[in-house]
């Protein structure tokens, strides 16, 4: 009869730096509130996912509306040099997409 082992340790091909984004139609809203955490890998996973999810414009439009830019604007003062260069990629992909370029600005 076979026995199976399970490993304690990590497979090799995950990287710690990255968060799970199956949250569906909550990504974004989760990763706003992960932006304002006070715990530095929990900010640095949320800039990793919303790197990978800025590409899409549908969700640049979305983080737009929920308020992403404001809690990037403030990462942007982070004392880790890590969140202030991922929160300018993420800066970057936005201003790179047309629905970045020309947000709506309401109430200004």
């Known amino acids: 009869m076979a026995h199976s082992q399970n490993s304690l ?14 949250y569906g139609h909550r990504a974004l809203p989760k990763l706003k509130e992960e932006l304002q955490s006070e715990d530095l890998q929990t900010r640095q ?11 899409d414009p549908e969700c640049i439009y979305k983080a737009m ?4 830019m404001e809690n990037l604007k403030a990462l942007l003062k982070d004392s880790n040099s890590m969140v202030r260069i ?4 993420v800066l970057y992909i936005t201003a790179s997409h047309s629905v970045g370029r020309s947000s709506d600005r309401k109430g200004e």
């Open 86 to 89: 991922k929160t300018t990629e």
């Open 45 to 55: 996973k949320a800039l990793m996912a919303l790197c990978d999810l800025m590409h």
């Open 9 to 22: 340790e990590l497979p090799i091909n995950i990287n710690a730096t990255q968060i799970t984004t199956a």
């Open 65 to 68: 509306n929920i308020g992403c």
